[in-house]
């Protein structure tokens, strides 16, 4: 009775399917910037074509040896995904900013181990919704959960097949691979609603879209014709078109709105089994099926080639010439690719398994070796830079100065835009600060150490940033610099700000008492990245409770936050410095908001020195003013130290405090 899973012809309409896929990827990643559902259509396929490999090894040559499979499937992937990942990192190193450079050599080495989407999941990446362009191989996101899923099929359909035909029914084989995607389904619909960006790349949240396509080769080999094959064949089309341009953008995948395109590869496959519709002859045809034959290829090497093309020209939007051109290209050197190298390497048997294994190590072995080399000299000269620029003297601005736009823009040193991410206030590394979801107060000591006059910086990164200036400061001027800082929370929690942040406060406020300093340091008002400046309840409320209990609280005002990411576009942008200027009045009040609150807060004022009257700059005396979209960079606040130090003495003088 198990011969009906070993009977399956070869399906030219399958290659058709394959070919709409992706075109639908290409086209929604060049021009529409939205998810297509075509990689949904890609893993329904493998699930149907890969169960029948597995189950046709096992009842019709009782073979039960997973590495058969494996082998298989290493001997096809490896030769043209290496090329690509090999290419990819040389061309790397010569069109990708030095900041986009760091990020993608540690995306090439995940990738070569097939782990590409945990890396995302830890990088919590919005797939298509990111600031900046995303790395050169991001795309092998999709490889990745596709492998794994490889990885764990023969573990769980092979003991099913085992127990079917011990019983001499398919009921086990069914009903467990039911199981087991009904548990993912529930799974990705909790996940993508909880985090959607993080289970995008989650292969549990996916994998039952592999086994929807498992059942489909189940219930297709136990009828003998579908009924209605037209009408299902233009519907399963429909619903994969259909839903690429009408699923909203901000859709949440892979969740409930993924059965849609999954829907309308089930429907195709079964359209075709026990003879073939119109639908089923048309994605038949000979160009399809060229197209389909090539597909993977081509969706490896599109998203490389676009994401070049965007960082050579500065553009975060692709035209229709140099559309076409990407999809010309990229359909070129699939082509190729599958007739110099895939095509020798797939005539192997796959009997063969030693053999296929090392066409895998000898393809994976120069990449991965290749790219750690190039990550080891990165995180060298990162480590080299940043211990230079941590205890470089900065020339100070001039007391009075305000920042103006520069004729002739001065760069820093590239190797500053390739430490500008880890280029963080040096108690990040000491553990002197709390991680998000701690709330135990942590602190270290600078400026004047042992002093008896003792300021408390405290609040979030963007109170923390003034470290290193505040630093100098405090040995200068003969007081205590205790850092008080906790990632995402300022001073007074804000609505959504998690529970620790909370907890934190609470701490953070009695440790404060127990101290006694005669100041602290903290921000005064918050800026948003979509929203104007302003100054939360929860602020006002922390500095009510300090004042009740003597302490002077003086507030810094928050600096502008950008939408994206400032080192890559002053790279990107060299001839164009404008393209990465922010309007003034789009994210900072006319005047300090925190003014109003004089009785309360004293305020020092730094956005002469971030901003002109009407546009807020990137770059200012060879400096770069930001390491990332918001915060900023350790050298530009050195650069502020005497001006910051001027405001600072001003106001401690006025309230005749030590």
Request: net charge positive; hydrophobic share 45%.
């Amino acid at each position: 009775m198990f011969d009906r899973y070993c009977r399956m012809e070869y399906r030219d309409d399958i290659q058709g399917i394959r070919a709409l896929g992706a075109i639908l990827i290409m086209i929604f990643h060049i021009w529409v910037n939205k998810v297509s559902g075509g990689v949904d259509v890609f893993f329904v396929i493998s699930g149907f074509l890969m169960s029948f490999i597995l189950l046709r090894g096992y009842f019709k040559e009782n073979t039960i040896n997973p590495f058969l499979f494996w082998g298989g499937i290493a001997k096809r992937i490896a030769p043209s995904a290496y090329l690509v990942l090999g290419v990819t990192l040389v061309l790397s190193c010569f069109f990708l900013s030095p900041y986009a450079l760091h990020g993608t050599i540690n995306e090439i080495v995940v990738s070569s181990l097939h782990a590409e989407n945990l890396q995302l999941i830890r990088k919590s990446v919005d797939y298509l919704q990111s600031d900046g362009n995303p790395s050169p191989v991001q795309q092998f996101w999709a490889l990745s959960i596709q492998v794994q899923f490889y990885l764990f099929l023969p573990l769980i359909l092979i003991p099913l097949a085992y127990t079917s035909k011990t019983l001499n029914s398919s009921t086990p084989l069914v009903l467990g691979v039911t199981i087991v995607a009904a548990i993912s389904f529930i799974y990705s619909i909790v996940a993508t609603h909880d985090n959607p960006s993080a289970s995008y790349f989650n292969p549990i949240a996916r994998v039952w879209e592999f086994l929807i396509g498992v059942l489909t080769f189940l219930y297709a080999s136990n009828i003998k014709k579908t009924k209605h094959k037209n009408l299902l064949g233009l519907v399963g089309v429909m619903l994969i078109f259909g839903g690429a341009l009408l699923i909203p953008k901000g859709a949440s995948f892979p969740g409930f709105i993924a059965l849609i395109p999954v829907t309308g590869a089930v429907l195709i496959l079964l359209s075709g089994v026990g003879g073939f519709g119109f639908t089923n002859k048309i994605l038949s045809s000979r160009p399809l099926v060229l197209l389909g034959g090539i597909s993977f290829t081509i969706y490896l090497w599109h998203w490389p080639i676009l994401i070049f093309y965007k960082e050579h020209y500065g553009y975060n939007s692709v035209g229709f010439t140099p559309g076409i051109f990407i999809i010309i290209l990229s359909t070129l050197l699939a082509y190729i690719t599958s007739r110099s190298v895939e095509v020798k390497f797939n005539k192997l048997s796959r009997d063969k398994v030693i053999i296929n294994f090392t066409i895998a190590m000898l393809f994976l072995t120069p990449v991965l070796l290749s790219s750690l080399i190039v990550k080891n000299k990165i995180n060298k000269t990162i480590a080299s830079t940043i211990k230079e620029l941590r205890v470089q003297e900065v020339p100070s601005a001039l007391i009075d100065e305000k920042i103006k736009i520069e004729k002739d823009m001065v760069l820093p040193d590239r190797n500053v835009f390739l430490s500008a991410e880890e280029l963080t206030p040096s108690a990040r590394e000491d553990k002197c600060s709390q991680k998000e979801h701690g709330s135990e107060v942590k602190y270290c000591r600078f400026g004047k150490v042992n002093s008896k006059n003792k300021i408390v910086l405290v609040g979030s990164s963007h109170a923390g940033q003034w470290l290193p200036a505040l630093d100098l400061i405090g040995e200068k001027n003969d007081f205590e610099l205790i850092n008080m800082i906790k990632d995402r929370c300022p001073l007074g929690p804000l609505d959504d700000s998690n529970k620790s942040c909370h907890e934190w406060n609470v701490n953070v406020l009695n440790k404060i008492k127990e101290i006694k300093p005669y100041a602290v340091i903290t921000n005064s008002t918050k800026t948003e990245r979509d929203d104007i400046e302003y100054i939360p309840e929860s602020f006002i409320e922390a500095w009510k409770e300090l004042k009740k209990n003597g302490v002077v609280v003086i507030g810094i005002r928050d600096n502008p936050r950008f939408s994206f990411n400032v080192p890559e576009c002053v790279f990107r942008n060299k001839r164009s410095p404008e393209l990465c200027y922010l309007k003034r009045s789009e994210v900072l009040q006319d005047y300090n908001p925190a003014i109003d609150y004089q009785e309360l807060i004293n305020n020092i004022d730094m956005t002469d020195m971030l901003c002109t009257k009407d546009i807020c700059l990137t770059t200012y005396s060879g400096y770069l003013m930001y390491r990332d979209k918001n915060h900023i960079h350790l050298s530009y606040v050195k650069y502020l130290k005497d001006q910051l130090e001027y405001k600072l003495k001003i106001i401690l003088t006025e309230l005749k405090v030590p």
